[in-house]
């Protein structure tokens, strides 16, 4: 399942409240810091997208190739 990007409005303006009503902002879920890859779908997504190049050669690598592929269309 491809992933969509929602844009940020007036309702969840108030979450990033350095961000002024001109700027434009696109974002794809929430992650909730220092909870861990199981709290969330989400949580689980950027840290498997944050591997370093270092495991590539490990089996976690294919859930960074599976990250990437949620994310980017084609």
Request: glycine residues 2%.
């Amino acid at each position: 399942m491809l992933l969509r990007l929602s844009k940020i409005d007036e309702r969840t303006r108030r979450d990033p409240y350095y961000l002024e009503v001109t700027d434009q902002c696109d974002f794809l879920q929430e992650y909730t810091a220092r909870r861990g890859f199981s709290h969330s779908e989400t949580n689980q997504l950027i840290i498997n997208l944050k591997k370093p190049v270092d495991r590539r050669d490990r089996p976690e690598w294919s859930h960074k190739e599976n990250a990437i592929r949620r994310i980017l269309p084609g």
